[in-house]
């Protein structure tokens, strides 16, 4: 590679990079025409990354089945650049499995037992989801062509320093490596995936109590970085947070221990101990766990387009106010389409459950708004079951109001509630549910391409970032269903209790132990530990990620801070453009410098998503390759080809 060729640093090497690469490989030809050096920067496997990564318990499932995951930008995706069609994780498996695709090193033996047993309906181990992004990865680097260079670094960047611009427009920066190498760059792209953050003053304060007292505490964290060994067989647990990282942490600390499941003649499970688990007393806000995965098929008319929150729609509120507000002005709409799917499927696959026609019910129904009495009235003629209902705000808050007598109360409700949303979320005669699933999915992916982010208030950026993620997680992002079984029989077997909604937890001095209980329920726990089970909230001035932090300390990119009532709010995200230009505090964007992911103030879609749906990821991730090979082009207009290309790893 001849030394004066442009070179761009990405920092990390998750799937993230792996699609922007993929990116930068088909749009290069069309946009930038010379050598190009690329440097990944991953202290774990490139393609997989840290999040994906082999090394976790083999236990640990996607909450995708195989058939929705895909890295490649097919022919749906409506992006500048060419489509590449490729196999997602249910093809690749087959194709593996049949020899159709040959550049796969040996996989395990349980690996290969899972590789044979995989179908497209099935829910696979995080270490196959591994091999299949790690293959990708290396399919993407020999796609690049013959005059890329790509170099990938096993180590971690620490900071990155402005460079005087070279003779002839030289690197302008300077990647600092925990190996003491340093790397220089035309561009560099921060693509870091989930990160961890140093404790808040309330995690810290709560480590410290556990601490003095000998007890245990497990701050925000990717459930399986945590070491769990401290807790003994047998002890009691406190457990905020019911979501993916709450089912994270029963495969960890039942099955991980030796235990296991066995299958009922009712469907349902039994759990065998082995002794050596602990008792956990788990609550959230809302106090029961994520919607199951929906394993039905429609039975009614395809799901199409949202029919009103559209391009059309958005422009016109554009034009007509200055700033948007999500509750008042996107909410409703949101909320009138995800209706409109609801009764679609449930009239069209469900007639016998409905009164009149779909087409007499929708026409009234277009002209009304989800919220006005006339829509509620609509509907109650038309759906005689008022169980049959779509009530959006019981979906969101299921005990809102409720006041439970007991702590015997709390266990029959919760149960109810997880018994009731299987056999809606499982059952072949309950479809509308899938409908509601899939309206939700393409309202979250189109949300951040209809709306520019610049033009929602600030109450409005929190709410999309904290209420309306959590809701949309909530509803379309929970695990599979044998998961909730699995829940179902730990409880049974009387090691898993349930705290009920509004859980509060607090450090009892007197004690010396953890002391939770709800808000809606006179029962009251003590234990001397405590499990955070939940992701860390973003905070790039916390970061316990080395370049992000010195990023923040040098004073080059800041935190979004958002003025709502209550004065100004920090969202703890990098402040990026729309383009993922990395923002200087005073808002003048950095040249050179980009980040992608969850911890920017970017809409934020994922990495990998599901085939043929047009999927924001692959859209995002085009863009941006494009900006990148453009950049290159201006600042690099006349270069040579070198007679080769290579993979190289340090």
Same mark, same amino acid.
């Given at each position: 590679?001849?030394?004066?060729?442009?070179?761009?640093? &990405?920092?990390?090497?998750?799937?993230?990079?792996?699609?922007?690469?993929?990116?930068?490989?088909?749009?290069?030809?069309?946009?930038?025409?010379?050598?190009?050096?690329?440097?990944?920067?991953?202290?774990?496997?490139?393609?997989?990354?840290?999040?994906?990564?082999?090394?976790?318990?083999?236990?640990?499932?996607?909450?995708?089945?195989?058939?929705?995951?895909?890295?490649?930008?097919?022919?749906?995706?409506? !992006?500048?650049?060419?489509?590449?069609?490729?196999?997602?994780?249910?093809?690749?498996?087959?194709?593996?499995?049949?020899?159709?695709?040959?550049?796969?090193?040996?996989?395990?033996?349980?690996?290969?037992?899972?590789?044979?047993?995989?179908?497209?309906?099935?829910?696979?181990?995080?270490?196959?989801?591994?091999?299949?992004?790690?293959?990708?990865?290396?399919?993407?680097?020999?796609?690049?062509?013959?005059?890329?260079?790509?170099?990938?670094?096993?180590?971690?960047?620490?900071? %990155?320093?402005?460079?005087?611009?070279?003779?002839?427009?030289?690197?302008?920066?300077?990647?600092? /490596?925990?190996?003491?190498?340093?790397?220089?760059?035309?561009?560099?792209?921060?693509?870091?995936?989930?990160?961890?953050?140093?404790?808040?003053?309330?995690?810290?304060?709560?480590?410290?109590?556990?601490?003095?007292?000998?007890?245990?505490? *497990?701050?925000?964290?990717?459930?399986?970085?945590?070491?769990?060994?401290?807790?003994?067989?047998?002890?009691? %647990?406190?457990?905020?947070?019911?979501? /993916?990282?709450?089912?994270?942490?029963?495969?960890?600390?039942?099955?991980?221990?030796?235990?296991?499941?066995?299958?009922?003649?009712?469907?349902?499970?039994?759990?065998?101990?082995?002794?050596?688990?602990?008792?956990?007393?788990?609550?959230?806000?809302?106090? #029961?766990?994520?919607?199951? =995965?929906?394993?039905?098929?429609?039975?009614?008319?395809?799901?199409?387009?949202?029919?009103?929150?559209?391009? *059309?729609?958005?422009?016109?509120?554009?034009?007509?106010?200055?700033?948007?507000?999500?509750?008042?002005?996107?909410?409703? /709409?949101?909320?009138?389409?995800?209706?409109?799917?609801?009764?679609?499927?449930?009239?069209?696959?469900?007639?016998?459950?409905?009164?009149?026609?779909?087409?007499?019910?929708?026409?009234?129904?277009?002209?009304?708004?989800?919220?006005?009495?006339?829509?509620?009235?609509?509907?109650?003629?038309?759906?005689?079951?008022?169980?049959?209902?779509?009530?959006?705000?019981?979906?969101?808050?299921?005990?809102?109001? !409720?006041?439970?007598?007991?702590?015997?109360?709390?266990?029959?409700?919760?149960?109810?509630?997880?018994?009731?949303?299987?056999?809606?979320?499982?059952?072949?005669?309950?479809?509308?549910?899938?409908?509601?699933?899939?309206?939700?999915?393409?309202?979250?992916?189109?949300?951040?391409?209809?709306?520019?982010?610049?033009?929602?208030?600030?109450?409005?950026?929190?709410?999309?970032?904290?209420?309306?993620?959590? &809701?949309?997680?909530? %509803?379309?992002?929970?695990?599979?269903?044998?998961?909730?079984?699995?829940?179902?029989?730990?409880?049974?077997?009387?090691?898993?209790?349930?705290?009920?909604?509004?859980?509060? #937890?607090?450090?009892?001095?007197?004690?010396?132990?953890?002391?939770?209980?709800?808000?809606?329920?006179? #029962?009251?726990?003590?234990? *001397?530990?405590?499990?955070?089970?939940?992701?860390?909230?973003?905070?790039?001035?916390?970061?316990?990620?080395?370049?992000?932090?010195?990023?923040?300390?040098?004073?080059?990119?800041?935190?979004?801070?958002?003025?709502?009532?209550?004065?100004?709010?920090?969202?703890? =995200?990098?402040?990026?453009?729309?383009?993922?230009? #990395?923002?200087?505090?005073?808002?003048?964007?950095?040249?050179?410098?980009?980040?992608?992911?969850?911890?920017?103030?970017?809409?934020?879609?994922?990495?990998?998503?599901?085939?043929?749906?047009?999927?924001?990821?692959?859209?995002?991730?085009?863009?941006?390759?494009?900006? /990148?090979?453009?950049?290159?082009?201006?600042?690099?207009?006349?270069?040579?080809?070198?007679?080769?290309?290579?993979?190289?790893?340090?």
């Amino acid at each position: 590679m001849p030394s004066f060729a442009p070179t761009i640093v &990405f920092i990390g090497g998750g799937p993230r990079s792996a699609g922007i690469l993929e990116r930068l490989a088909a749009n290069k030809p069309g946009l930038f025409d010379g050598p190009l050096s690329i440097h990944v920067v991953e202290p774990y496997e490139p393609g997989s990354g840290r999040i994906w990564r082999y090394d976790q318990s083999p236990g640990l499932l996607l909450n995708s089945t195989a058939a929705d995951v895909t890295m490649f930008t097919d022919s749906s995706v409506a !992006c500048d650049g060419p489509s590449v069609d490729g196999p997602g994780l249910a093809a690749w498996a087959a194709g593996v499995r049949e020899g159709s695709i040959r550049d796969v090193p040996q996989l395990e033996a349980h690996l290969l037992e899972q590789l044979h047993a995989l179908r497209p309906g099935s829910f696979p181990s995080r270490q196959l989801q591994s091999r299949y992004l790690e293959w990708f990865f290396r399919r993407v680097v020999a796609a690049l062509g013959p005059d890329v260079t790509v170099t990938v670094h096993r180590d971690t960047a620490t900071a %990155v320093e402005h460079l005087a611009p070279g003779p002839g427009g030289g690197a302008k920066y300077r990647v600092r /490596l925990a190996s003491d190498g340093a790397l220089e760059a035309d561009l560099v792209v921060y693509s870091l995936g989930h990160t961890d953050s140093r404790a808040d003053p309330e995690s810290a304060r709560l480590a410290d109590f556990a601490a003095r007292h000998g007890g245990f505490h *497990a701050a925000p964290s990717y459930t399986t970085d945590v070491d769990y060994s401290a807790i003994a067989p047998g002890q009691d %647990v406190l457990v905020s947070g019911m979501g /993916l990282a709450f089912v994270d942490l029963l495969v960890l600390l039942f099955e991980g221990r030796g235990g296991r499941f066995e299958d009922r003649p009712d469907g349902g499970l039994d759990y065998v101990p082995s002794g050596a688990e602990p008792r956990l007393w788990a609550g959230s806000r809302r106090g #029961v766990p994520y919607h199951s =995965k929906i394993s039905s098929s429609l039975r009614g008319e395809p799901v199409g387009a949202p029919r009103y929150l559209t391009a *059309a729609a958005v422009e016109s509120l554009l034009a007509a106010h200055e700033e948007l507000d999500f509750r008042t002005q996107l909410w409703p /709409l949101i909320a009138k389409d995800a209706g409109y799917a609801y009764y679609r499927e449930l009239f069209t696959g469900y007639p016998e459950r409905v009164r009149g026609s779909w087409e007499e019910f929708s026409a009234q129904f277009d002209v009304l708004d989800w919220y006005g009495r006339e829509r509620v009235d609509l509907v109650a003629a038309a759906v005689p079951d008022p169980a049959l209902r779509l009530d959006l705000e019981a979906l969101d808050q299921p005990f809102s109001g !409720c006041a439970f007598a007991d702590h015997a109360a709390v266990q029959r409700s919760v149960v109810s509630y997880i018994e009731r949303d299987l056999k809606l979320r499982t059952s072949p005669d309950h479809s509308e549910t899938l409908a509601l699933f899939t309206v939700l999915l393409r309202v979250y992916m189109e949300l951040g391409w209809l709306v520019p982010q610049e033009r929602l208030n600030s109450r409005s950026q929190q709410a999309v970032h904290g209420w309306w993620h959590g &809701f949309f997680s909530f %509803v379309d992002s929970g695990p599979p269903p044998h998961r909730l079984r699995e829940i179902l029989a730990l409880h049974r077997a009387g090691l898993l209790q349930f705290l009920g909604p509004g859980v509060w #937890v607090r450090p009892d001095e007197a004690s010396g132990r953890f002391v939770a209980g709800s808000f809606q329920s006179p #029962v009251v726990v003590d234990a *001397a530990a405590y499990i955070e089970a939940r992701l860390p909230s973003p905070s790039v001035a916390r970061s316990a990620n080395p370049a992000l932090a010195d990023l923040h300390d040098a004073g080059w990119g800041t935190e979004q801070s958002l003025l709502t009532s209550e004065g100004p709010h920090s969202t703890g =995200k990098l402040l990026v453009s729309s383009s993922h230009e #990395v923002l200087a505090p005073d808002g003048g964007r950095q040249a050179g410098l980009f980040a992608v992911g969850p911890w920017t103030s970017g809409w934020g879609a994922g990495a990998f998503a599901r085939p043929g749906t047009n999927a924001a990821p692959f859209r995002e991730n085009d863009a941006l390759a494009r900006r /990148l090979l453009t950049e290159l082009s201006a600042r690099h207009p006349s270069t040579s080809h070198p007679s080769s290309s290579h993979l190289l790893s340090f």
